[in-house]
T-cell receptor, first 114, second 116 residues
Framework: GAGVSQSPRYKVAKRGQDVALRCDPI?????LFWYQQALGQGPEFLTY????????KSGLPSDRFFAERPEGSVSTLKIQRTQQEDSAVYLC????????????FGPGTRLLVL | SQQGEEDPQALSIQEGENATMNCSYK?????LQWYRQNSGRGLVHLIL?????REKHSGRLRVTLDTSKKSSSLLITASRAADTASYFC????????????????FGQGTILTVHP
């Protein structure tokens, strides 16, 4: 795979359910970002990994959101006890190095919480 | 919170015309990037311009950056119906003496419609 992939592409969850969203970055990319995009808005930063280290989680909206990247490649964003306001597109992006680089985005996971 | 503001919010033009979108931001940046997003899809990187650059070209795209006014513009020349999409500017903040890993702050986007 040449690009960033995300799964599932669509997820419908009942309020209170836990969900897990997966991101496969471009092979060899050091940096991995998660963003949340509400309908009609630009993406907003959630969290950042440099290899396996989570260096910034300042954008996570609550302690119900948790992200990991245990081996420095695949990352999972987990949302516990989903709420309706969690409905959004969750975008993953990776870049080759740490620092000021072009970010390559995946197609996103569209989450709808009913 | 969104750092950038984009103008206009929506733009409708005919094929062959030029499209200009503007972006303003508030704090010092290392670089500014423009992305395109087709409906229901991910973001596609268009161009990156660094704070020490004033203008960059890529195919039919021309980006300018004015750091004194904290603004940027994206010009698409000879537009095509396939250019119909949302366009976002995103800024990566300047280092504050430490390592800056390039977290992006996006504007709200400009919706461009190009009519055949």
């Amino acid at each position: 795979g040449a690009g960033v992939s995300q799964s599932p592409r669509y997820k419908v969850a009942k309020r209170g359910q836990d969900v897990a969203l997966r991101c496969d970055p471009i092979s060899g990319h050091v940096s991995l970002f998660w963003y949340q995009q509400a309908l009609g808005q630009g993406p907003e930063f959630l969290t950042y990994f440099q290899n396996e280290a989570q260096l910034d989680k300042s954008g996570l909206p609550s302690d119900r959101f948790f992200a990991e990247r245990p081996e420095g490649s695949v990352s999972t964003l987990k949302i516990q006890r989903t709420q309706q306001e969690d409905s959004a597109v969750y975008l993953c992006a990776s870049s080759f190095r740490a620092g000021q680089e072009t970010q390559y985005f995946g197609p996103g996971t569209r989450l709808l919480v009913l | 919170s969104q750092q950038g503001e984009e103008d206009p919010q929506a733009l409708s033009i005919q094929e062959g015309e030029n499209a200009t979108m503007n972006c303003s931001y508030k704090t010092s940046i290392n670089n500014l990037q423009w992305y395109r997003q087709n409906s229901g899809r991910g973001l596609v990187h268009l161009i990156l311009i660094r704070s020490n650059e004033r203008e960059k070209h890529s195919g039919r795209l021309r980006v300018t950056l004015d750091t004194s006014k904290k603004s940027s513009s994206l010009l698409i020349t000879a537009s095509r119906a396939a250019d119909t999409a949302s366009y976002f500017c995103a800024t990566a903040l300047a280092n504050a003496g430490g390592t800056s890993y390039g977290k992006l702050t996006f504007g709200q986007g400009t919706i461009l419609t190009v009519h055949p």
